[in-house]
């Protein structure tokens, strides 16, 4: 799949913020979806990461995962896989994913790329930023104009910043110095909601990362969301997802729900905070 180039529409994009007095530019979360195609991204993963992708790395060469903060691919990368599209439904994953691979890309050490998204969260000057100046002019182009465009409104808000008790879930330095040799150009990217990505597929893969996306759909969609997209898993595939501690029973009590509509081709398991829905036929 080669990497396709988008059009974000600005003007959209600035609609979905509001301007304070103060100067600073707020997501208004439009429609009162959580997400949408200019919703915030997050700066790092909340999630597990090293324990997910490591759980498939003895045999996951072809991957398709959610973009998110970028981390997703970026740790994929440490396992076998070789080959890695990914998907979200914000343009903003894009940039910050984007962003990751040319600070990588830079040779920025581990202490200054930790600096750059710290400095990245919430802030309504971009270009200010350290190493940014730099960063910019090397993006794709539909990036670079997205973030020259949307400078000084605030593209990535989501979650938490960078803080010690979280820091776990950056790279270490080695991780660091291994992505730095193996990431050598910009990932994939479909920009789709979930419910309609298997519309943009035409492959297959061994892993199909859905992220924490189970936590947000009913029963009814995640049924759905899955028997769409299994055609795009190889036999014996898994799909993987994130169900942390608490989401963990409101997914559980979605998959036991749609079990008997889906086990005549899976087989669903869910340890610690983890959903698997291998595919068996």
């Given at each position: 799949?080669?990497?396709?180039?988008?059009?974000?529409?600005?003007?959209?994009?600035?609609s979905?913020?509001?301007?304070y007095?103060?100067?600073?530019?707020?997501?208004?979360?439009?429609n009162?979806?959580?997400?949408?195609?200019?919703?915030?991204a997050?700066?790092?993963?909340?999630?597990?990461?090293?324990?997910?992708?490591?759980?498939?790395?003895?045999?996951?060469?072809?991957?398709?995962?959610?973009?998110?903060?970028?981390?997703?691919?970026?740790f994929?990368?440490?396992t076998?896989?070789?080959?890695?599209?990914?998907?979200?439904?914000s343009?903003?994953a894009?940039?910050?994913?984007?962003?990751?691979?040319?600070?990588?890309?830079?040779?920025?050490?581990?202490?200054?790329?930790t600096?750059?998204l710290?400095?990245?969260?919430?802030?309504?000057?971009?270009?200010?930023?350290?190493?940014?100046?730099?960063?910019i002019?090397?993006?794709?182009?539909?990036?670079?104009?997205?973030?020259n465009?949307?400078?000084?409104?605030?593209?990535?808000?989501?979650?938490?910043?960078?803080?010690?008790?979280?820091?776990?879930?950056?790279?270490?330095k080695?991780?660091?110095?291994?992505?730095?040799?193996?990431?050598?150009?910009p990932f994939?990217?479909?920009?789709?909601d979930?419910?309609?990505?298997?519309?943009?597929l035409?492959?297959q893969?061994?892993?199909?990362?859905?992220?924490?996306?189970?936590?947000?759909?009913?029963?009814?969609?995640?049924?759905?969301?899955?028997?769409?997209?299994k055609?795009?898993?190889?036999?014996?595939?898994?799909?993987?997802?994130?169900?942390?501690?608490?989401?963990?029973?409101?997914?559980?009590?979605?998959?036991?729900?749609?079990?008997?509509?889906?086990n005549?081709?899976?087989?669903?398991?869910m340890?610690?905070?983890?959903?698997?829905?291998?595919?068996?036929?």
């Open positions: 799949m080669s990497i396709k180039s988008y059009e974000p529409n600005i003007n959209v994009a600035k979905y913020y509001f301007t007095k103060s100067g600073f530019r707020k997501y208004l979360n439009p009162k979806k959580m997400f949408n195609e200019y919703s915030p997050y700066i790092k993963t909340n999630e597990p990461l090293r324990t997910i992708t490591g759980a498939t790395a003895s045999f996951a060469k072809d991957v398709l995962t959610t973009a998110a903060s970028g981390d997703h691919p970026m994929y990368k440490l076998p896989a070789e080959n890695i599209d990914t998907f979200d439904v343009f903003c894009k940039a910050i994913m984007d962003i990751k691979v040319t600070a990588l890309q830079n040779d920025l050490s581990l202490d200054q790329y600096y750059l710290s400095r990245l969260y919430k802030t309504n000057d971009i270009k200010s930023i350290p190493y940014m100046e730099d960063i002019k090397k993006l794709p182009n539909d990036t670079k104009q997205f973030v465009a949307m400078n000084d409104y605030n593209i990535f808000g989501n979650g938490n910043n960078i803080s010690e008790s979280n820091k776990h879930t950056l790279p270490t080695q991780e660091f110095e291994i992505m730095k040799k193996s990431i050598t150009k994939n990217f479909i920009w789709s979930i419910m309609s990505l298997h519309t943009h035409t492959k893969y061994d892993v199909i990362n859905l992220s924490n996306i189970p936590e947000y759909l009913t029963a009814e969609s995640l049924l759905k969301l899955l028997t769409d997209l055609n795009n898993l190889k036999i014996n595939g898994y799909f993987v997802s994130d169900a942390p501690s608490f989401a963990e029973d409101n997914t559980r009590s979605k998959m036991i729900k749609i079990l008997p509509e889906i005549s081709w899976a087989i669903a398991r340890p610690k905070e983890i959903l698997f829905v291998q595919k068996i036929r």
